[in-house]
């Protein structure tokens, strides 16, 4: 049975919410007084369809249910976890606090979106502090993984372990701040860039689209994988922090900054402000800016999780939970179903199918899982042995197109004690879009030649080769290139 979500707010944020929770399979229950509500959420929940899926290396869960409900109970009633992204005002948000408290299930974890109320102030009077606690994403909140959790004195431990775990599963990434503070971590950076943008717009030194060049073709790249801390150290040179901060420590000491002088905020310097940004990107509509920056944003990501460095690293874990959390395959009446996929924006060529690379990428984890099942897997890896593929056959039966479902099965035609010879089929609703049939060797990489698998894996292996050869034999198997069907 799936889980619980409440929303309370369908704003940006709370929408993004909506949208994280429900294409990770949790039903999700939003409540707003906006009669436009299901409409901006719906906008929210479309463009996270088209960006996700994007960033897993394999299918989402089955979506969950989405709701708008006419009452804040109603919205938490049976919820497993409740996220408050109402409007910044203190009276607001303890009288919807209040109302979720008077409904919710005692322990459940409350996270607030606030960016800047302190989860002390969010506590005061309420009939359950402890379970009251700060969770301020960052938009798009169903792409960008940080989630800043800040408890106070008076939280539960176990609960904010709990609401971190919660968070963890949909993919995202809990900073556990120790120390509440007015803005928390990261919107006290972006407070201290956007005062210093304004002078530099004010004083006529820059405009609008100068400053965002400047972060985005610069140190922005930099912070966006490396962080301030471990950019600097490497600005460092061999001598590292220590050489940094000496060279550029007394810097701080010079005129620079207007961090602590704040420009008066008038209507002149307003219109200025907007006439900029309107000049600079009022050709395009804010959901075409939406669409670009998600775009942008899955290939940074993906960039990274290549890598695994950074946020790549979060995309990573979250794949391995949602693979652990897969049936492990089992030998049953016919080939076994070793992998499932969702067919991804990078695998598209220019005609809008499937890539020729991509069979061969399906098919390999494909193969990897059924290598995994039999104890093939990457620990065995490090010990000095592998099976390598020798031969791949190919025949491209069908067409896969963006966001289509495959299953890669696999069926063992001969194994011994150094060959593996297999046949896998790449399915969507049931029927192969491609086959593959593959010989594969067991090697002693650091003697470079094949030999006999260990007795553990043959024990996994052996009985499942038996049982397939029961099977009917593919037509398919061992064909030749250009051999009339």
């Keep these: 049975m799936a889980r619980k979500a409440g929303i309370i707010g369908g704003g940006v944020i709370g929408g993004g919410w909506a949208a994280r929770f429900l ?37 989402l869960p089955t979506e969950g249910k989405l709701s708008f409900v006419s009452s804040v109970s109603e919205a938490v009633q049976g919820a497993h976890y409740i996220q408050e992204s109402v409007g910044e005002r203190l009276d607001l948000k303890h009288r919807v606090l209040a109302q979720i408290q008077q409904a919710a299930p005692l322990e459940t974890p ?62 995202m990434f809990p900073l556990h701040v120790r120390k509440e503070i007015d803005a928390h971590i990261a919107d006290r950076f972006l407070e201290a860039v956007w005062r210093e943008a304004l002078w530099l717009v004010k004083d006529g030194i820059a405009t609008t689209e100068e400053i965002d060049e400047a972060i985005r073709m610069g140190f922005g790249l930099r912070w966006g994988q490396m962080g301030l801390f471990e950019t600097y150290r490497v600005a460092g040179g061999e ?22 002088d704040v420009p008066e905020f008038t209507d002149e310097l307003v219109d200025l402000i907007a006439g900029q940004s309107d000049a600079q990107s009022g050709h395009y509509t804010i959901r075409e800016l939406e669409r670009i920056r998600d775009r942008n944003l899955i290939g940074f990501l993906r960039v990274l999780k290549e890598r695994n460095w950074g946020a790549g690293m979060v995309l990573l874990e979250h794949d391995a939970r949602r693979r652990a959390a897969l049936p492990e395959p089992v030998v049953g009446e016919g080939p076994m179903d070793c992998a499932r996929m969702t067919v991804l924006p990078g695998w598209i060529d220019y005609n809008g199918h499937m890539t020729e690379s991509r069979y061969l990428f399906a098919a390999s984890e494909t193969s990897d899982a059924f290598l995994r099942h039999i104890g093939a897997d990457i620990a065995y890896v490090g010990t000095g042995f592998s099976y390598y593929t020798a ?25 011994d004690e150094k060959r593996l010879h297999i046949f896998i089929r790449i399915l969507k609703e049931g029927a192969a879009v491609a086959t593959l049939e593959q010989m594969l060797l067991h090697v ?34 061992g064909r030749h290139v250009g051999q009339r069907k």
């Design 110 to 171: 409350i996270g607030s979106s606030t960016s800047g109320f302190k989860p002390s102030q969010l506590q005061e009077n309420a009939a359950n502090p402890g379970v009251i606690f700060v969770a301020h994403p960052f938009n798009p909140v169903y792409l960008l993984p940080l989630a800043e959790v800040v408890p106070s004195p008076r939280s539960t431990p176990a609960v904010i372990d709990a609401a971190k775990e919660i968070l963890r599963e949909i993919g």
């Design 391 to 415: 031969e791949t056959h190919i025949m491209h039966l069908g067409e896969a197109k963006l966001g289509d479902a495959l299953t890669g099965t696999v069926q063992v035609i001969h194994a």
């Design 239 to 260: 001598a590292g922090m220590k050489h940094f901060m000496a060279q550029f420590g007394p810097c701080l000491q010079w005129p620079w900054t207007k961090l602590t």
């Design 444 to 477: 002693d990489m650091a003697a470079g030649k094949a030999c006999a698998a260990p007795e553990n894996i043959l024990a996994r292996l052996v009985p499942i080769a038996k049982a397939h050869a029961e099977l009917p034999r593919p037509e398919a198997a």
């Design 23 to 59: 294409l990770n399979g949790w039903d999700v229950a939003v409540y707003d007084p906006d009669p436009e509500a299901p409409r901006k959420v719906g906008e929210v929940l479309a463009n996270a369809r088209a960006s996700l899926p994007a960033l897993s290396d394999g299918p």
